[in-house]
């Protein structure tokens, strides 16, 4: 270290000093959420928004302390979010089971705003385990078991990968869907662009996302979760 220059040590921060007071809270764990992911929304030479992608016009928070994560705007309440999560589980016998996407997973960081999990149609959360496990709390239940799916976590590892390299987000199921149409988004030559780079890419992302969502199974950091859960014994 230079001579004359003197050290400063810096004092700690935590979430709740770094949040301003009308910072959103968490319905998992109530701690702050913080601006994970921004999208501008872009306009077309007529005035129109443009259609880029699925996910355009979106901020997305994320929770700094359980890592779940929710699309600004639909917020919910504690109660409301373990409704969302249970509103597609099944009964198995004594336990309850849903599927979810897995915001602590590999291809959530790779992906950041290209995961293929940001979904218009999803239901506007996606949990980590330990937000998972919060939540279920409030409804009486407590994870048993929470399984990471490789057959769904690369299938959306897949897409997460070609939205990496495509104009237009999810651009295959958007464009068969009729959503997505050459005169639209950026126009004829991104559409004929993203046609030709998902046909030539389709091979090799596939490959790859084989091999990294293997190692994201093994590592417990798998894209797809499958939560299983008891409901906790009643309390005099």
Do not use: Y
Not at 45 to 54: I, M
Not at 210 to 224: K, M, Q, S
């Amino acid at each position: 270290m230079p001579i004359g220059l003197g050290t400063r040590r810096r004092r700690a921060v935590s979430l709740d000093e770094a949040a301003g007071p009308a910072t959103p809270r968490c319905p998992a764990c109530g701690e702050p959420l913080f601006v994970w992911i921004e999208d501008t929304k872009r306009v077309a030479p007529g005035g129109a928004p443009s259609h880029l992608g699925a996910r355009e016009d979106q901020v997305i928070d994320r929770c700094e302390n359980c890592g779940l994560v929710l699309v600004r705007g639909a917020i919910p309440t504690p109660e409301h979010a373990a409704e969302r999560l249970l509103s597609d589980a099944e009964q198995r016998g004594e336990r309850i089971a849903f599927r979810a996407a897995n915001a602590a997973s590999l291809q959530a960081w790779l992906g950041a705003e290209n995961w293929a999990a940001l979904q218009p149609d999803g239901h506007g959360i996606e949990p980590t385990p330990r937000a998972a496990s919060l939540l279920l709390a409030r409804r009486g239940l407590e994870i048993r078991r929470v399984r990471h799916l490789a057959g769904p976590g690369m299938a959306a590892m897949w897409q997460t990968l070609l939205n990496l390299l495509t104009f237009h987000r999810d651009f295959a199921s958007e464009a068969v869907s009729g959503r997505l149409r050459p005169g639209t988004g950026r126009g004829l030559a991104a559409f004929s662009i993203d046609a030709v780079v998902t046909v030539l890419a389709a091979i090799p992302t596939a490959i790859i996302a084989v091999i990294l969502e293997t190692g994201a199974v093994v590592a417990r950091r798998g894209g797809v979760i499958e939560v299983q859960s008891d409901r906790l014994p009643a309390t005099d």
